[in-house]
Nanobody
């Protein structure tokens, strides 16, 4: 079964914005911390943003001040608002639960930032 579905990626110029969405299945969504990850070609997947079940957030230094993670528990959805995008943000973006991961990763959504 599909558990995580990412969407919202695309091609954007440097300085532009995108909003990513992650729709998750399961009745325990509201109890999970959720995170956004990204993986650029030839690089390891990295965690860029986390939101806890209580709404606290943390960001990687590389995206601090530019990205905002949020969640809507009624919709089982987590969002990533991405502003002031840079070419180094180019990657496939995934969501998952850092502490209690879903059974499988989603397909991810491609974000490409042109210079």
């Amino acid at each position: 079964q599909v558990q995580l579905v990412e969407s919202g990626g695309g091609l954007v110029q440097t300085g532009g914005s995108l909003r990513l969405s992650c729709a998750a299945s399961g009745s325990r969504f509201s109890l999970k911390a959720m995170g956004w990850y990204r993986q650029a070609p030839g690089k390891q997947r990295e965690l860029v943003a986390v939101i806890t079940s209580g709404g606290s957030t943390n960001y990687a230094d590389s995206v601090e001040g530019r990205f905002t993670i949020s969640r809507d528990n009624a919709k089982n959805t987590v969002y990533l608002q991405m502003n002031s995008l840079k070419p180094e943000d180019t990657a496939v973006y995934y969501c998952n639960a850092p502490y209690y991961p879903f059974e499988s990763w989603g397909q991810g959504t491609q974000v490409t930032v042109s210079s």
